[in-house]
């Protein structure tokens, strides 16, 4: 069976500060690990994947994810917060047919 | 491409009401789930379809039923709603399960049951 531990459901920062959002995975299978984004009253959208081919992920605005399999960690990172990132952010892990979610974060970006 | 469509976007409902919301894909995608989202709990699980004809339970599946009759289609029912239906449900496809198969999600139905 795996699991997906998504650390702090809540992670405020300031616009154009580091954002990090954590997640961890256990698994007795490779994984496959999703980042995506839900912005306000809309469904979730894709912002990267990993699928082994590269450690570190880049997606879309800006987002990227390392994998650390010494660490069983995926975290999402950001160089500098934007006040359009406000949004829910889910980890997710698709190494069985159907994915295991994380509770999700909601990142708060303040002026 | 239109994506993952949901109808309706809203509903209130009574106690004990039924309703159907329905999910279209037009991806030509195997896979179909229902989820729901409750402030605090994440994602769940209520049904899923891993082909036409086929649909499975979930971990929240107790006051829904399911239907995929048709591949790009998948319906879910509640035959007697009750105010802990609440929540907002997505619908998402996927062209096959596992591994590197990314999610594709509707944009919810937002349902109340008074």
């Known amino acids: 069976a795996q699991s997906v531990t998504q650390l702090g459901s809540h992670v405020s920062v300031s616009e154009g500060a580091l954002v990090l959002l954590r997640c961890n995975y256990s698994s007795s299978v490779p994984p496959y690990l999703f980042w995506y984004v839900q912005y306000p009253n809309q469904g979730l959208q894709l912002l990267l994947k990993?699928?082994?081919?590269?450690?570190l992920v880049k997606g879309i605005n800006g987002f990227e994810a390392e994998f650390k399999k010494s660490e069983t960690s995926f975290h999402l990172t950001k160089p500098s917060a934007h006040m359009s990132d406000a949004a829910e952010y889910f980890c997710?892990?698709?190494?069985?047919?159907?994915?295991?979610f994380g509770r999700g974060t909601s990142l708060i970006v303040h002026p | 491409n239109a994506g993952v469509t949901q109808t309706p976007k809203f509903r209130v409902l009574k106690t004990g009401q039924s309703m159907t919301l329905l999910c279209a894909q037009d991806?030509?995608?195997?896979?179909m789930y229902w989820y729901r989202q409750d402030p605090g709990m994440g994602l769940r699980l209520i049904h899923y379809?891993?082909?036409?004809?086929?649909?499975a339970k979930g971990e929240v599946p107790d006051g829904y039923n399911v239907s995929r009759l048709k591949k790009q289609n998948f319906l879910l029912g509640l035959e007697s709603a009750a105010p802990s239906q609440t929540s907002v449900y997505f619908c998402?496809?996927?062209?096959?399960?596992?591994?590197?198969?990314?999610?594709?999600f509707g944009p919810g139905t937002r349902l109340t049951v008074t």
């Open positions: 997710a892990f698709g190494g069985s047919y159907i994915p295991t």
């Open positions: 379809s891993v082909g036409e004809g086929t649909t």
């Open positions: 991806m030509n995608h195997e896979y």
């Open positions: 990993y699928t082994s081919a590269a450690t």
């Open positions: 998402a496809s996927s062209y096959l399960g596992g591994q590197d198969y990314e999610q594709y």
